[in-house]
């Protein structure tokens, strides 16, 4: 039984922005959200356009399919059955202002990275989260596989001493060459007045940074890159090389683009430390590889023996039975909603779950786009 059924003797509500049926992010959030059967999304708004909306909407089978988030907000304010959360997935330049309105609302808020399209706004949020009381979680995803969760707790707990070397790279291949609807200009990722100063810092390079500093539990105190378009005719950068500084000295290289021919995901980091290293491809999320500087290098695989309660805690189908992207997601919704659960009954949070990345975290990534 879900712990919101337990506790509260219903499930959680949850309203969307965005994420409408041809969008690649809303599928992920709805079933996310929905997999542990702690929420029901009830309530949403799935396009700009607001007959275009409410048809999705009814499609979907949303009990209260809204034409826009105004009419949202309005409509869940006189509701006696109001949402507990927003789940907000629209484009980059509409994420601040979503925020602000589902926060000074009451409603926890599920917000899409990045978190906003200014450095200002993101350390405006972080205060009104703050004052406001409400849980905010950022959809930085992947930090919600099991085995991402593992090598935090590993790192916390001294199994590959101080960190020395952070190195991640996320090399896409899907803007190799210049696409239909960026020549058409109908790719809103494309327009900086939509998806922010930088395509490849915004959209892709955030999620290294944040993963990497989830880990080793260290925001990076200097960094450098190269940020450029390397494909002819594109404006948008594609590409990037980053150099970081930490503050106990150790040094970071994230190598990320998404123009690199041939290329699939390759999302991947690898840590090192005094006392050894880690390794995990997103492409093979269920396993992390462990080098020990005095025994053979060995792999944890999700859902098997010798985890820690923290990888152990969001492995939730048998050893063998892979958990992916979707899962990791719904990783995230797990934990948000068992805070918001705990909120409402007036519990103290199990501390496993305030694992989720933080308003606070997501602002600190805004250092990326300030490259700029
Ligand atoms: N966390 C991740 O790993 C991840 C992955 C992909 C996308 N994203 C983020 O998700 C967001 C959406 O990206 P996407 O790739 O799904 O975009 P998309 O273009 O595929 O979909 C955007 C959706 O939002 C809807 N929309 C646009 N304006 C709206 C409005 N005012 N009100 C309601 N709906 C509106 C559109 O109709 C569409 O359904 C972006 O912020 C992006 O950075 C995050």
């Keep these: 039984m879900s712990k919101a059924y337990k506790t509260l003797g219903r499930r959680l509500r949850l309203g969307v922005i965005g994420g409408g049926p041809d969008s690649f992010i809303g599928a992920i959030h709805r079933s996310g959200a929905t997999m542990h059967e702690e929420f029901d999304v009830v309530a949403g708004v799935f396009s700009s356009n607001p007959e275009r909306s409410v048809a999705a909407g009814k499609s979907m089978g949303i009990a209260r399919p809204y034409a826009t988030p105004d009419a949202l907000f309005e409509g869940e304010a006189v509701n006696n059955e109001p949402i507990d959360a927003l789940a907000i997935m629209t484009p980059n330049n509409s994420h601040y202002e979503l925020s602000v309105k589902a926060l000074e609302a009451g409603f926890n808020v599920f917000c899409e990275k990045p978190l906003t399209m200014t450095e200002d706004e993101a350390a405006s949020l972080v205060q009104l989260v703050k004052s406001s009381g409400k849980r905010y979680c950022v959809a930085y995803g992947y930090s919600g596989y099991a085995m991402v969760r593992e090598a935090r707790e590993l790192v916390a707990s001294g199994v590959i001493g ?207 786009c300030l490259q700029q």
């Design 162 to 368: 101080d960190i020395t070397m952070v190195q991640s790279n996320y090399v896409q291949g899907h803007l190799a060459t210049l696409t239909e609807s960026e020549k058409s200009g109908t790719n809103w990722h494309m327009k900086p007045e939509l998806s922010g100063p930088s395509l490849i810092l915004g959209d892709i390079a955030t999620h290294s940074y944040h993963l990497t500093s989830y880990v080793i539990g260290m925001e990076a105190s200097s960094l450098s890159a190269d940020v450029t378009a390397l494909v002819e005719g594109r404006t948008a950068d594609d590409y990037c090389g980053i150099l970081l500084k930490y503050p106990n000295n150790a040094r970071g290289v994230f190598w990320v683009t998404q123009a690199a021919a041939g290329a699939v995901h390759g999302l991947s980091f690898t840590i090192y430390g005094t006392k050894g290293g880690l390794e995990w491809h997103q492409e093979q999320p269920n396993e992390l590889l462990v080098r020990p500087i005095d025994k053979p290098a060995y792999i944890l695989t999700k859902g098997g023996v010798g985890l820690t309660p923290a990888g152990k805690r969001v492995s939730h189908i048998a050893i063998g039975h892979p958990e992916g992207y979707r899962e990791a997601f719904a990783n995230l919704y797990y934990d948000f909603a068992s805070n918001i659960v705990d909120d409402i009954a007036g519990n103290t949070p199990d501390s496993l779950s305030l694992t989720n990345p933080t308003v606070e975290e997501a602002h600190k990534a805004w250092r990326l």
